[in-house]
């Protein structure tokens, strides 16, 4: 257990519903990021947030995705009117942001959209 | 963005050395390398990370090679535990990875 924790662990959802996932990263941690990985392919980046300002987003978040990190700590990623293309891993990274910048991954939501 | 080549695959007899060879050779000169790996259906574990020196833990030791263009994980004494997607990626920008499609180790009994 690295200290992040994601929720749901599993989401199963019909085309065209919105999700929404939740990341509480590690306490003290000032940055935190999602990452979206497809079966047999590592994490994609898709955003980060420097406590509550979201800082960089990747071309792969389209319009359909947000995220929001409120007063710095958790964070949630919205889908909208979800596709099957949406079927992924949702990953949760946060780390103190300092030089070496280790990044301590949560286990993931695994979205099926059916 | 710097990227990676790694070996899709790699077997690794118990108790053997596993090395992991990654090449990176468009890493600028301030981009450390990181490695981590996952364990299936859990998220990415840190292993370790360097610059341009040689580094060691109670993981594993990464040695880079000198023009900083490739480096190598070394598991010294690999267990079954250790079969999982090994990844090396460059921070970029001081910020984001990029993970890139790993190495599968796969340790043998």
């Known amino acids: 257990d690295t200290g992040v924790s994601q929720d749901p662990r599993h989401k199963i959802t019909k085309r065209g519903q919105n999700v929404t996932f939740r990341c509480d990263p590690i306490s003290e941690h000032n940055r935190l990021y999602w990452y979206r990985q497809t079966l047999g392919q590592g994490p994609e980046f898709l955003t980060y947030f420097q406590n509550e300002a979201q800082l960089e987003k990747s071309r792969l978040l389209s319009d359909r995705f947000s995220a929001e990190r409120p007063k710095g700590s958790f964070s949630t990623l919205e889908i909208q009117r979800t596709e099957q293309g949406d079927s992924a891993m949702y990953l949760c990274?946060?780390?103190?942001?300092?030089?070496?910048?280790?990044?301590?991954f949560g286990a993931g939501t695994r979205l099926s959209v059916l | 963005d710097a990227k990676t080549t790694q070996p899709p695959s790699m077997d690794c007899a118990e108790g053997r050395a596993a090395n992991l060879p990654c090449n990176h050779s468009?890493?600028?000169?301030?981009?450390?390398v990181y490695w981590y790996r996952q364990i299936h259906s859990q998220g990415p574990q840190y292993i370790i990370h360097?610059?341009?020196n040689n580094e060691t833990n109670e993981m594993a030791s990464l040695i880079i090679t000198e023009d900083r263009k490739s480096s190598t994980l070394i598991l010294p004494h690999a267990t079954l535990r250790d079969t999982a997607v090994y990844y090396c990626?460059?921070?970029?920008?001081?910020?984001?990875?990029?993970f890139g499609s790993g190495t599968k180790l796969n340790v043998k009994p």
């Open positions: 990274a946060s780390t103190l942001g300092f030089a070496k910048n280790i990044q301590y």
């Open positions: 468009t890493i600028s000169g301030n981009e450390y």
């Open positions: 990626t460059p921070i970029y920008n001081f910020n984001k990875f990029y």
């Open positions: 360097g610059l341009k």
